[in-house]
C-alpha cells in the first residue's frame, strides 16, 4: 500500500512538473487572470460549471473569489452554475441535463462576463452548451481540460489542458492552477501582496 501512495504523489509532482515547464500554458494562466481582473472591473461576473469532482473544483474556485483567499478584501462576483439543486432538477427533467449551464448562463450571464468549463475529458455536452451560448452572448471562455481538450478546446478563448489523462492527477492540477488565477485576481484587483 505504501509503495501505491508514494507512486500516486510522483505523478501527480510529474504532471505538475510538466506544467511548469510549458511555458506557454503558464503564460495562458496569467492570461485567464487578467482576462477575468478585466471583467471584474468592468461589473462582470465569474461564471464556473463543472461535473461531478470538476463540479466540485467549480464551486470550491467560484468561493475563493466571492469569499476571499489570502487576505481579506471586498467580495468578488463569481459563482458556480450548479448551485441550486431545485433549478438542476428542474431543467435537466424539463429540458435535458445537457441544457443546464446555458439555460442558466442565458438568464444570468451578460456580455463581457467570462465562463469557465472545467472537464478532464473536455467533452461534457452541458459545457461545450454553455461555451456555444456564451459565445452567442459576448463571454469570454476558459476551458480547463486534460491533455487533448476535447471539443471545448475549440470553443473555448483560451484553454489550460492540463498534460495528462488521468482523471484524479488532471483534477489535482486544476485546482492547483484555479488557486494560481484567485491568487493573481485578488493580488492584482486589491494589490496586496502575500507575505
Known sequence: MTDRIIRSIEESIQVKQLILQDID???K?????????ASLRNQGKIHFCGNGGSAADAQHL??????RFYFDRPPLNAE???????????????????HIFSRLL????????????????????NIVNAFEKAREMGIKTVAMTGRGGGKMKELADL??????TDTPR????HIMVGHIICELVETTLFGHLRK
Open 25 to 27: 500554458l503558464v503564460k
Open 29 to 37: 494562466i496569467s492570461t485567464v487572470a487578467d482576462m477575468m481582473c
Open 62 to 67: 467560484a468561493a475563493e473569489l466571492s469569499g
Open 80 to 98: 458556480a452554475l450548479h448551485c441550486n439543486t431545485s433549478y438542476l432538477t428542474a431543467v435537466g427533467n424539463d429540458y435535458g441535463y445537457e
Open 106 to 125: 442565458a438568464g444570468t450571464g451578460h456580455a463581457g462576463d467570462v465562463l469557465v468549463g472545467i472537464s478532464t475529458s473536455g467533452n461534457s455536452q
Open 159 to 164: 484553454c489550460l489542458n492540463v498534460p495528462s
Open 170 to 173: 488532471i483534477q489535482e492540477s
